[in-house]
């Protein structure tokens, strides 16, 4: 068996990022690979199970510049191909289109060998990760879940968010819940971060980071605890929950709440200061922490 601190699961995007002045970034993106590398360059053994059009991306490649990567590649007939057109300097707006989708996970494609504290369900589009997959995926380990891939649909070629109809039959499977405030206001009907928070909770899901533009929230069916971003620069927003989730879980392996939210938002503050993934080391966020925590 291969132990890890963390698998994460999700497939690789084929990016075109168009930002508000209309500078055209194509890259390698996704959830997986932005989670990959924060967890990987905080010292996290980790393992991802990436998926997409092997002919077209080599997924090794991918995960090459990442410490403490073990990469499983997965073939799919397509890769998920995307465009993101940002529309405000902070990019917190943005229209997103979607050419083509991977074939879905499913549990067989998980190897044996793979042993994990924690398995990450870091999907993109409704559909990539299906709602059966939770159940297997949490007899296995800590269930940690992105909801993104349980809300943005495809549809005629874009992205439309929708309420994930088996939220309360699967929250009890989840220990780790991640969403964004607009992705919290989907699920909860909730524009008050905090009390989206308590009723997600109510629904069993066990510990929830929501992710604003000035902070990271957790709740953990006590105390709620926030830690605000201090970005000197947004040139690299992308990615950005997908950082301070990765980093948080991982953290709290061996950390209480403060202690790993507070690492995990030093990091995408200061991940947020350059594009790509972090590619920076723990020294690094320690350093941040002391020049402004």
Not at 124 to 153: H, K, N, T, Y
Not at 189 to 217: M, P, Q, S
Request: charged fraction near 25%; proline fraction near 5%; charge should be negative.
């Amino acid at each position: 068996m291969s132990r890890f601190n963390t698998l994460i699961i999700g497939e690789i995007a084929q990016d075109t990022n168009v930002d508000y002045d209309g500078t055209t970034v194509q890259a390698i993106g996704g959830a997986v690979y932005y989670s990959g590398f924060a967890a990987a360059n905080m010292g996290h053994k980790t393992a991802v199970l990436p998926k997409a059009d092997t002919a077209q991306v080599d997924l090794k490649a991918a995960f090459a510049p990442a410490p403490n990567v073990t990469v499983f590649p997965l073939h799919s007939a397509h890769s998920f191909v995307t465009k993101n057109v940002y529309h405000t300097p902070d990019r917190e707006r943005r229209t997103s289109t979607v050419d083509s989708k991977i074939d879905p996970y499913r549990p067989e494609e998980v190897p044996e060998e793979i042993d994990a504290q924690i398995w990450h369900l870091a999907g993109l589009v409704g559909g990539d990760i299906p709602d059966e997959f939770l159940p297997f995926a949490a007899s296995r380990a800590m269930l940690a879940i992105d909801v993104q891939c349980m809300l943005r649909w495809e549809e005629n070629g874009g992205m439309v968010y929708r309420d994930w109809a088996a939220k309360k039959e699967l929250l009890p499977h989840v220990r780790f819940l991640k969403t964004d405030a607009a992705e919290a206001e989907i699920l909860t009907g909730l524009t008050d971060r905090v009390e989206a928070a308590k009723v997600l909770y109510g629904w069993g899901a066990k510990e929830i980071l929501i992710t604003h533009n000035t902070e990271v929230l957790v709740y953990d069916g006590k105390e709620v605890y926030t830690c605000p971003i201090k970005a000197r620069s947004l040139g690299g927003r992308t990615g950005r929950g997908d950082t301070t989730f990765a980093c948080y879980i991982n953290e709290r392996l061996t950390r209480d709440i403060p202690e790993a939210l507070q690492t995990a938002t030093a990091l995408v503050s200061l991940k947020m200061e350059t594009p790509g993934p972090y590619m920076g080391t723990r020294a690094d966020v320690e350093a941040y922490i002391k020049q402004f925590y």
